[in-house]
């Protein structure tokens, strides 16, 4: 039991796969240098989230707001 606990408290960086505990500064990465390196694949639209908007009232609110920004490009 003791195992799982421990386990739960260690896990790897995201961006370089080493060990990292909780209690670290940088958690969940294990240092500045590659919690830079994520914001920066954040900012270069690396990451992007894969599934659809299906919600018809989000769509609408999108569709709207692409209409606006047409109309207002073409002013």
Same mark, same amino acid.
């Given at each position: 039991?003791?195992?799982?606990? *421990?386990? +739960?408290?260690?896990?790897?960086?995201?961006?370089?796969?080493? /060990?990292?505990?909780?209690?670290? =500064? #940088?958690?969940?990465?294990?240092?500045?240098?590659?919690?830079?390196?994520?914001?920066? *694949?954040? +900012?270069?639209?690396?990451?992007?989230?894969?599934?659809?908007? /299906?919600?018809?009232?989000?769509? =609408? #609110?999108?569709?709207?707001?692409?209409?606006?920004?047409?109309?207002?490009?073409?002013?």
């Amino acid at each position: 039991m003791a195992t799982k606990k *421990k386990s +739960a408290n260690v896990l790897r960086c995201p961006t370089c796969g080493m /060990l990292v505990q909780a209690r670290d =500064e #940088d958690f969940p990465f294990c240092s500045d240098r590659c919690r830079k390196i994520d914001l920066g *694949k954040w +900012a270069m639209g690396v990451y992007k989230i894969s599934s659809p908007v /299906l919600d018809p009232e989000v769509l =609408e #609110d999108l569709g709207g707001l692409t209409g606006q920004q047409k109309d207002f490009e073409g002013e």
